[in-house]
């Protein structure tokens, strides 16, 4: 049964000689392969005893014919033989030739096209699947060229030199296609792109070739001597059809002419010696390149196709130029870059293109390095001669040369660096002399886009050079710093986007190693090994470092209308760190950005749902910044998570909560409430603080901002719960940059709702008729509660003693339901009377208005509810009043007292409140509640207050004693007489002691009063 093999072939210039510097320009075979010049070229790129040039033809070569310098006579032979990548492993297994005889196969010569072709069956039986064939064509014992091919079984195709393979072809044979050009040993036609060799032997000698030109093509012509020269000063002149001079150049070594062809025709070059008497002899090359036209490179030298984005090797001798090509459509940008590297000797990179009109585009030489950038005008092959400026065109040396072209795919060489960026990875290159690397990115129209790139070691003069290319060609960005480069931009269009990173400035000399990284929104971040980013944590702190020219993508979802906080803050290691913010919405559209010199933070409500993308990085100094940082974010509505060490989470209604804010730093809590609920949250700072501006937001469970504040020292916030779910709290520093750092105490007081009092603090459940102690600090709430009925009366007063600083004394109060009932503040004391509208459980809320919240000190703070039992606090005074008897008691800043009796209906009541001994603005003030928790009378005076009345019902009245006026702030010993009273009652002794009415050890004046009552 036949065999169907499949040869995939790998050319030897791309092989052996080009693998990493030459890639394909089209999808087909003719396009896919490099022309082949031969076997790997000797020491010298050309030497004079070579009599042809050889070139494979389509399918294994992109060779062109010239029927007019077709060597019908040079008797080639092809010998196909197994391969094992440096030699021959036995004998050939066929042999083709002019003149076959016995197993020797038969090589077509065709004169007309100026082709030899030999079909390789590839059905022979004598071959072996799955082994490498070489391809040799020779000619006597030289071999002119080769290529190597695998046998598989299937269809063959051509393997392109960029590891891609070209569209399978169906055949049963493979044609091996060659031509052979003779080369003139004296003056005659020029070819376009190749080296002609020459002698001026004799005094006075002139050489004449000749090449035709079009009106408008570009023209140069370089000349160099080589070999054994005796005064000879290379001499080209070039006259156009009709004999004029065009050019004329002469120099010691080498000459040079370029021009614009004014005329179609034949030109002629004469070539001699300019020395004194023109007796000088010597050996020359010519090349000739001409654009537009297809380019011929002789064997040993370097030019044609340049692959986009692959780096080519060349060597310019004496004298020398390459001609290189490349294909670009209208609007398409280009960038050709030059560098020297090894054995240079006066060695300037000189870069010259020219478009397919002939125009030059773009002309540039430097001392190390070259570079051409240039929006294509005119579609079609441009042509780029590399050569040596300056010097006399003496300069010699080996270059690379990269082409980068957009759009376009881009193929890196073997060893080089550039290909497809990873979104949110970093890819790493190096860029010597003259060097350009070639990256690309995909994006969806409206994406928004960071590219950044840093230099890393190794750095001599690397000033790191971004450029990107949409896909229309058209540039979108170009940044480049000392040692960083970055740019931004939301991509204009769909496609495919080229990155070229090269060294800006000195010549395009710098070389270094450099870091890049992308990062485009919307889209699915990678994390390189070793770097940070991903995928964010709710409340909890991630830790990231930025190098030189660094970004780390991170991500987290959420929900339109959510409320998001994200916080950047540098720690240690930092040198120039800026920390830089950036914030891109699921739709590409950048929802925030703020930088620092120590921190950032961003905040904003989400417009869309989906994932959102943080750029975090350095701002300013040329994105030179390094250093460790923390990111945190806090989303609500969301569950909140904590990292070990940090703090955030659920907080205790009532309770004290600790935490400590770096730099940068926000932390997240949450709790609990339901519609309606009345809500406080208060914020101050503690010791360890530097620059901490105590700031509160606290978000509902929508989203919406319910309560933002801040102050230099301590922050609250308060409102009605407009939604039941769970609220978050975010703490933070404000101002400054965020850069305030300190430790705090957060207090969340929530009415209706059970409380808890921390450990040290204060706060709870209320007596009726007892003083309580309390210490206000920074920013703190203490949360009490008390009960009352639907009608009780109720007063409730608060004053300060001793250790205040700037306190001033602030009373809230909230009902059953969450609706506030009072509040009330004073310098000193503050007081709230009501009736009990529902019956239930009562907030009290204790803190410091005004200033910020900032007030501290000890407070006392009373209770008195009516109709009920009176509790009096040891040392204090109150309790039953009995008819025609004095009682005494002292009223300190803020106190109430209260006392009771009782009455029958009809008693005709009298109550007298007189000042005695010493007092500081007291001005007595008595009131009288009925058993059903109704005012039965009130009133004051400077020094003395009376009430009577006939008692209404039967049963227990509450006297409140108390400084009316002035803040509730006056103080001082007083006499209570209740007369006319005829009911028999008697309540119980105060649970200090003593007697009913005593003084109760108070008789040392107000503040040993006050002093008894918070130390029992």
């Keep these: 049964m036949l065999r169907r093999l499949v040869v995939v072939a790998c050319l030897v210039a791309a092989c052996d000689r080009f693998e990493a510097t030459t890639a394909p320009s089209g999808p087909t075979p003719d396009a896919a392969a490099l022309r082949v010049t031969g076997a790997a070229p ?37 010998e196909v033989c197994a391969w094992n990548g440096t030699a021959c492993t036995a004998p050939p297994v066929v042999t083709f030739s002019t003149t076959p005889s016995g197993s020797t196969l038969p090589i077509t010569i065709d004169a007309v096209a100026g082709r030899y072709v030999a079909s390789w069956n590839l059905l022979d039986a004598r071959f072996t699947t799955r082994l490498t064939y070489r391809i040799r064509v020779l000619q006597g014992a030289t071999e002119l060229g080769a290529v190597s091919v695998d046998v598989v079984r299937g269809r063959w195709a051509l393997t392109r030199s960029d590891g891609t393979l070209a569209p399978l072809l169906a055949a049963s044979e493979l044609p091996i296609a060659f031509t052979i050009a003779s080369v003139s040993a004296g003056p005659g036609p020029l070819r376009n792109g190749a080296t002609a060799t020459g002698r001026i032997a004799l005094a006075h000698q002139v050489d004449t070739w000749t090449f035709t030109a079009n009106a408008g093509d570009h023209v140069v012509l370089s000349l160099g001597e080589t070999g054994t020269t005796l005064n000879f000063s290379p001499w080209l002149r070039v006259n156009a059809p009709g004999g004029t001079l065009v050019a004329s150049n002469f120099g010691f070594f080498a000459a040079q002419v370029e021009f614009t062809a004014t005329t179609t025709g034949t030109y002629s070059v004469l070539v001699a010696s300019a020395d004194g008497g023109g007796v000088g002899t010597g050996d020359y090359l010519l090349t000739l390149i001409k654009a537009p036209g297809a380019l011929v490179v002789s064997p040993g030298d370097q030019g044609g196709t340049l692959g986009n984005g692959t780096t080519h090797t060349g060597n310019i001798y004496l004298g020398d130029i390459d001609g290189w090509t490349f294909s670009a459509n209208v609007g398409d940008h280009v960038v050709v870059s030059v560098g020297e590297t090894a054995n240079s000797s006066g060695f300037s990179p000189w870069l010259r293109i020219v478009a397919p009109n002939g125009t030059v585009v773009g002309s540039n030489f430097g001392f190390v390095a070259a570079q051409i950038e240039f929006a294509a005008t005119v579609a079609g092959t441009y042509t780029v001669i590399v050569g040596s400026a300056a010097g006399g065109f003496t300069g010699t040396g080996d270059y690379l040369i990269t082409s980068v072209r957009a759009p376009g795919i881009v193929t890196a060489s073997s060893g080089d660096e550039g290909g497809p960026l990873v979104n949110g990875a970093t890819a790493t290159g190096a860029i010597y002399s003259g060097d350009i690397d070639g990256w690309t990115l995909t994006a969806n129209q409206s994406e928004h886009v960071v590219v950044s790139l840093g230099e890393t070691t190794n750095s001599s003069g690397f000033s790191p050079w971004l450029r990107v290319l949409a896909p229309d060609g058209s540039v979108v960005a170009s940044n480049f710093g000392f040692s960083a480069a970055q740019v931004e931009f939301s991509a204009p269009m769909s496609g495919t986007y080229t990155v070229v990173v090269a060294s800006a400035g000195g010549g395009f000399t710098g070389t270094g190693d450099y870091l890049l990284t992308y990062i485009k929104a919307p889209g699915a971040l990678t994390v390189s090994t070793g770097d940070e980013g991903g995928a964010l944590t709710n409340g909890a702190t991630h830790t990231g470092t930025i190098y030189l020219g660094d970004v780390d993508g991170w991500t987290f979802a959420a929900n339109a209308g959510d409320r998001v906080v994200v916080s950047l803050g540098e720690t240690t290691n930092s040198s120039g760190f800026s920390p830089w913010l950036r914030v891109v919405g699921p739709t590409g559209a950048v929802i925030g950005s703020n930088f620092g010199f120590s921190a ?75 519609a309606n609920d009345h809500v406080v949250v208060s914020l101050g700072e503690t010791t360890n603080s530097s620059g901490f501006s105590p700031w509160l937001r606290v978000v509902a469970p929508n989203g919406t901002v319910v309560g933002n504040n801040f102050g230099f020292s301590a922050a609250q916030v308060e409102f009605s719960a407009p939604v039941a779910g769970t609220y978050t709290v975010i703490v933070a520093s404000a101002g400054g940059g965020f850069t305030g750092t300190g430790d705090y105490l957060l207090t969340l007081a929530k009415a209706p709702g059970a409380v808890a009092v921390s450990a040290s603090d204060e706060g709870g459940p209320m007596t009726n008729g007892a003083t309580h102690t309390g210490t206000i600090y920074l920013g703190d709430v203490d949360v009490w509660t008390f009960t009352a009925t639907m009608g009780n009366r109720v007063v409730v007063s608060l004053g300060e003693t001793t ?54 000190g000890d407070y006392l703070l009373t209770l008195i509810r009516a109709p009920g039992t009176l509790t009096v606090s040891a040392g204090d005074q109150g309790g039953a009043l009995a008819s025609g008897v004095t009682s005494t008691g002292t009223i300190y800043t803020g106190d109430v007292d209260g006392w009771t009796f009782a009455a029958n209906a009809g008693d005709p009541i009298a109550l007298d409140l007189a000042e005695t001994g010493v007092t500081s603005g007291f001005s007595p003030w008595l009131r009288v509640i009925g058993p059903n928790g109704n005012v039965v009378a009130s009133n004051f005076g400077f020094a003395a207050a009376h009430v009577a009345f006939v008692a209404a019902t039967t049963g227990t009245y509450t006297v409140i004693v108390a400084s009316a006026g002035g803040g509730f702030t006056g103080t001082g010993d007083y006499n209570l007489l209740l007369t006319g009273s005829t009911a028999s009652f008697r309540a119980a002794a105060p649970a200090g002691g003593g007697e009913s009415g005593g003084r109760l050890g108070c008789a040392r004046g107000v503040q040993a009063c006050a002093a008894a009552i918070r130390s029992p």
């Excluded at 030497?47 to 019908?72: I, N, R």
């Excluded at 749902?609 to 910044?625: C, Q």
């Design 42 to 78: 000797a020491e010298s790129p050309v030497v004079a005893a070579v009599t042809s040039t050889f070139e494979f033809l389509p399918p294994l070569g992109t060779g062109v014919e010239d029927p007019s310098t077709f060597d019908a006579t040079a008797a080639p032979t092809v």
């Design 600 to 674: 950032a933070q961003v905040e904003f409500a989400a417009p869309t749902t989906g994932t959102y993308t943080v750029i975090v990085g350095s701002a300013g100094g040329g994105f030179t910044g390094t250093g460790d940082y923390l990111l945190s974010y806090i989303k609500a509505p969301g569950a909140v998570t904590v990292s070990t060490g940090d703090q955030g989470g659920a907080l205790v209604n009532g309770a004290t909560h600790a935490g400590t804010i770096y730099l940068g730093d926000i932390d997240g809590w949450t709790f609990s409430a339901a």
């Design 803 to 856: 250790n205040s600083s700037g306190f001033s004394p602030w009373l809230r109060i909230v009902g059953p339901d969450g609706a506030p009932v009072g509040s009330n503040f004073g310098f000193s004391a503050a007081q709230l009377e009501f009736n009990a509208a529902l019956t239930g459980t009562y907030t009290v809320i204790v803190g410091s208005a005004g200033g910020g919240f900032t007030g501290t």
